[in-house]
């Protein structure tokens, strides 16, 4: 078994699969059709204002997993799908953004600097088009990263960090999560302690389940899945209630905007927006292959360095950065998007998640059985099959055959996605809010993972109020187990050693760095401007 | 009609009754949840899931696999506690679980008397295993090499197992650096990676010694390893304590004799048969199935629970 058998298996397991029906006398796999399928929820779902991929996995999870079971069997299609909608999603989240304002995700934010802009000069399809092959542009060059990377960095992360190391580099992601994401360093801080805090409670070596009050409800710890979909969504679906009950007392009418000129992405155009593009997309995929950093630094680190070019090289007559300028909605999706494929080199190498949607690829993983996202999985052993190993590449497949799709027929579904305008937020988001908590009872079948979901919520809602970002939380939910359990791996290995994370250099190295990134960013801020 | 006839026709009658609960083949009167104390994708889980799909493709029985992970089985056990005990609602576990973990942890509040064994599976292959690159050929190698100077990380899963490690090295004379990881796959990575130099598998490294990558170095068993008959035994190297057990599948206290004789019949049957998927890797991973059943096992769980503190004590020391 070489690396070029492990590929063809791959690429075989994911067209051979169980078969669905047949296409004129081919064969058609299940992975296959869920990876279309996947895409186009994706594209909806992304397209929909306040819905985001992360919410169509959520729900879509425990629909596949009782419809596939937990054979090996079902990786491939569960995670095909999953794959499906991630790839969609990324594309069609800039839809909203560029037609109603309204980002679907924090990473979309910036699109609508630019794109909400041009679409008021009547200009919306030009930059659903540009936006669309922004970000396809930057996911196709994160994959190829990812496929031709993931195996020699999981390898080379291996060799090279040890239990100390490891811990630090956790304490890193976290510091850098929290300095970069949640506004102010000071206010990330607080988001990943909360996060630490709830992750915490029940768990641990001890026998004794710690911070439970000796309620049974506690001891169990918090169900990953009520923490993420209750600080992600139902506090945005609290958020955006609020928000519409304030439009409500001050309700204001959007006159629709007749399109005017041009409308076609011409060569020229591609031209002009390419260096933004391959700017962005080499930032989105240095960043998305850190380990639990995600990609709404790298939009707003592509917006910021397109800003800077632009504005060296930009003549008299252009339209300025934030006005409506093609270039910094190409800057931003391509950075984006481009994080989505190097994002696997993490999870996959390391199990560590960057983002949400990675987070329910290892959750796919962890519940339907038979793949470990970790340092296992790249191993090439020469004279049995590593079967792991066999649906990494079958994963790679599945994004290929999504980016695919994404350039043929996913900017003509993405623009024909205009239409989802004339649903009400006031009907979206109780449907959006009672299909979050269908997903949590069927996946934890006990109510108090409901209470658990709402209560996050709460927290999150209040987090959003007083503008803390709920992604350190997140992050630092995810990765907070992780972190105590190397931590205390470390201390035991080392022979019980309490400086375990200084006398390393590596590891030094990385709690310096974590202290830095916390005190630069502090400075930054304070910087007027 | 007299008391002795009326007696005697009842005693026929419920007879009858029994015979036919039995022949009629107890069916579970809903989905079987079906709590798992393992990690998703390691070993034991996967055998938990495998032995579920066999029993469902074999007797169109329903169920819901979940994973209750955590404090060396504890959760599960305390989430299986309450629950219904008609047959819906099972666990798989280790016979530690519902020993060593129980006693150690009073406070829990948790007794095997407070669930129905049903049958174990398999019987640990309880190896001490390290890298074949490392070197080592016996543990000899290892005590040579901790007196040389190295300091060793040894890998273990459970508390017990820890106390184990501890004793070894205290009877050879040398210390351990003892690394707790979650489940015996995590040991396996740790040693593949580096991360540690030797740790307890308990026939998750079958495959992996078989293809000469790892060394089975002892066996921290009452008996020789099956694959490595040669490695000493833990009675060998100086402990007088070992890390028997088994894989076990309980329910809930009080569970209906037919359903328990059902349950724990279909599932020792399929454990046992080599041809299914569950029956294979047991085979492969622990040299076959192991199944014990009925009074036997409740015996064999109350004497792990009662027999745990004197190790505590031991390792205490």
């Not at chain 2, 609602?89 to 064994?117: Q, R």
């Not at chain 2, 598998?201 to 790892?214: C, E, P, R, Y």
Request: hydrophobic residues 50%; charged residues 15%.
């Amino acid at each position: 078994m070489d690396t070029l058998d492990y590929i063809v298996l791959g690429i075989a397991a994911v067209f051979q699969g169980p078969e669905l029906f047949s296409l004129f006398g081919l064969p058609v796999s299940v992975t296959l059709v869920m990876i279309v399928f996947g895409f186009l929820s994706g594209i909806v779902v992304g397209a929909t204002p306040g819905l985001a991929g992360p919410v169509a996995m959520a729900i879509a999870l425990p629909i596949l997993i009782s419809t596939f079971g937990y054979t090996p069997d079902a990786l491939l299609p569960v995670m095909g799908f999953l794959i499906g909608v991630m790839k969609g999603a990324t594309v069609g989240g800039a839809v909203p953004a560029i037609l109603f304002n309204t980002p679907g995700t924090p990473d979309a934010f910036m699109t609508t600097l630019d794109g909400y802009p041009m679409t008021r000069k009547g200009q919306a399809r030009k930059a659903l088009r540009v936006a669309h092959f922004s970000s396809v542009s930057g996911d196709t060059f994160s994959d190829v990263v990812l496929i031709v990377c993931a195996p020699f960095l999981a390898l080379l992360v291996e060799g090279y960090l040890d239990l100390p190391e490891k811990t630090a580099l956790l304490i890193l992601s976290l510091s850098f999560i929290a300095a970069v994401i949640g506004g102010s360093p000071a206010k990330g801080l607080i988001s990943v302690g909360l996060g630490l805090l709830a992750v915490f409670i029940g768990t641990g070596e001890d026998f004794y389940p710690r911070l439970s009050f000796g309620t049974e409800e506690l001891s169990r710890g918090f169900p990953i899945a009520t923490a993420i979909l209750g600080i992600l969504i139902v506090s945005a679906v609290f958020k955006e209630l609020e928000e519409l009950w304030r439009e409500k007392r001050a309700s204001g009418v959007i006159a629709p905007v007749a399109e005017t000129g041009d409308q076609r992405l011409r060569f020229a155009d591609i031209r002009a927006l390419f260096p933004y593009i391959a700017r962005s997309s080499v930032i989105g995929t240095a960043i998305g292959a850190l380990p639990g950093i995600g990609s709404t630094l790298a939009a707003t680190l592509g917006y910021t360095v397109g800003r800077s070019r632009y504005e060296k090289t930009k003549t008299d007559g252009d339209t300025e950065f934030g006005k409506g300028a093609p270039e910094g909605v190409a800057a931003t999706e391509a950075a984006n998007s481009s994080v989505s494929g190097a994002n696997l080199i993490p999870v996959l190498s390391l199990g560590i998640p960057g983002n949400a949607a990675a987070v329910f690829l290892i959750l796919a993983a962890e519940s339907i059985g038979g793949f470990n996202p970790g340092p296992s999985v790249f191993r090439f052993t020469s004279d049995t099959v590593n079967p792991e190993l066999v649906i990494a590449f079958g994963l790679f497949t599945s994004m290929f055959i999504a980016n695919a799709l994404n350039w043929t027929v996913g900017g003509l579904f993405m623009r024909s996605m205009g239409v989802m305008i004339r649903v009400p937020k006031q009907i979206l988001l109780p449907i959006v809010l009672l299909l979050t908590l269908t997903a949590i009872y069927v996946q934890e079948t006990r109510m108090v993972a409901i209470w658990f979901t709402l209560g996050f919520g709460v927290v999150g809602y209040f987090m959003r109020s007083v503008g803390i970002s709920p992604l350190p939380f997140v992050i630092a939910f995810i990765l907070g187990g992780k972190l105590e359990e190397t931590a205390r791996q470390a201390f035991a290995a080392t022979g019980g050693d309490p400086f375990f994370l200084f006398n390393h250099p590596i590891a030094l190295v990385f709690m310096v760095l974590s202290a830095a990134v916390i005190v630069f960013t502090t400075r930054k801020s304070r910087e007027p401007g | 009609m007299n008391r002795f006839v009326t007696a005697a026709l009842a005693a026929v009658f419920s007879g009858m009754m029994a015979v036919s609960a039995i022949a009629a083949d107890w069916t579970p009167p809903g989905p079987i949840k079906l709590m798992i104390a393992f990690r998703a994708g390691g070993g034991a889980d996967t055998q938990a899931r495998l032995i579920a799909e066999a029993l469902a493709s074999k007797l169109g029985w329903k169920f819901i696999p979940e994973q209750v992970t955590g404090k060396g089985g504890l959760n599960m056990a305390a989430a299986l506690k309450d629950q219904p005990n008609d047959g819906t609602a099972i666990g798989m576990g280790v016979t530690e679980t519902f020993g060593y973990n129980m006693a150690a942890a009073p406070n829990a509040g948790l007794k095997p008397s407070d669930f129905t064994g049903l049958t174990t599976t398999a019987g640990f292959q309880m190896g001490v295993v390290s890298l074949a690159s490392k070197g080592w050929n016996s543990f000899d190698d290892v005590v040579a090499a901790a007196k040389g100077g190295e300091q060793l990380r040894f890998g273990v899963m459970s508390p017990r197992l820890a106390d184990l490690a501890y004793l070894l090295g205290k009877a050879q004379g040398i210390d351990f650096n003892i690394v707790s990881v979650k489940g015996g796959k995590a040991v396996m990575d740790g040693v593949n990676a580096g991360d540690l130099d030797l740790g307890f598998m308990a026939g998750i490294q079958a495959k992996g010694v078989a293809a000469g990558d790892l060394v089975n170095l002892a066996s921290a068993l009452s008996t020789p390893l099956t694959q490595t008959p040669d490695a000493p035994t833990f009675a060998d190297l100086g402990v007088e304590y070992d890390s028997d057990g088994y894989f076990v599948f309980v329910g809930p206290a009080g569970m209906p004799a037919d359903a328990r004789d059902a349950l724990a019949s279909a599932i020792a049957e399929v454990a046992a048969d080599e041809a299914s998927k569950a029956g294979g890797i047991i085979k492969k991973a622990f040299g076959g199935a192991a199944t014990i059943t009925g009074d036997e096992l409740t015996a064999l769980l109350e004497a792990g629970y009662s027999s745990a503190g004197q190790l505590m004590e031991v390792a205490s020391q």
